[in-house]
């Protein structure tokens, strides 16, 4: 599928071989592969949905009246979602009057710079430095970040495990916790995986691992971190970019679900600009 995924600049993390593998067994992801493009499928609560083609912007007509055929074909309507705004854009202008539009605000993507993450530097990013020098001060002689091996993957299991079970058990973060571990168990099978973290007194706190959705962009799929330990979080997002990605331009950390929390902090990090992502419906 990589030559498909090169052919597409779509900046959602959806778009990413790694992040439809993960979910996979959550959304039922699959695709139909055809000679000049990919049609991608999944499951929700909703049914049957398509996402975005991936093909060369040429082929695009010709992959919507594929994937409109197919929902025909089996009797239900079209229903897409994670499409993005100039994909949206073409759906208007190509095919007038037959959808109606949502806007997916919680499915947004968070993107930074990431030179500033790296290096924390300036005012907006005062607190968060205050943060990882305060981490750094605490345990200057007693942590190590390090990527993480293969004979450590079971450390972050458990750790992920640690995580999911203190808090409650919603769907979510069910789906999640299985999604680690699958991607986990298979690492060896992606080389352009990266997974860092955190060891404080040879004690893993801290894990995170991320790959490229372009030349110039890394997404980060998973990071997790013992929330007792102030400043943290702060660390291993940049020790981990200062490490694995040393010279990507921009950083995806993905969605916040809708989760008041989790948005407040991506937010915190001051995005240079939101993956705006609607779902498409078709009328009656």
Known sequence: ????????DYEACEYNFITLYMWQTVYDFHYIKRDDYILLFGQSEEGVFSMMPLCEPDKLASAFDDIFEIFRSSG???LMKAVTEPVKGF?????PQMFESH???DNYDYVYDAESLRSLAGRKMHSKKNHFNG????????????AIEKSEFEECLRLSDKWAFS????????????AIKKVLKNADKFSC?????????????????GDLINSQMAVIHIEKANPDIRGIYSAVNKLFLENEFPDVEFVNREDDLGIEGLRKAKLSYKPLRLVEKYTLTERQ
Request: aromatic share 16%.
């Open 135 to 146: 981490f750094v001060k605490e345990y200057q002689d007693r942590f190590v970040y390090k």
């Open 167 to 178: 808090r409650e058990k919603d769907r979510n973060l069910i789906g999640e916790n299985l």
């Open 91 to 95: 759906i208007e202008d190509n095919y």
């Open 1 to 8: 599928m990589k030559p498909y995924f090169q052919k597409v």
């Open 193 to 209: 995986l990266k997974i860092g973290g955190i060891y404080i007194d040879n004690d893993l706190e801290a894990f995170t691992f």
């Open 103 to 105: 806007t997916d605000r």
């Open 76 to 78: 239900q309507k079209v």
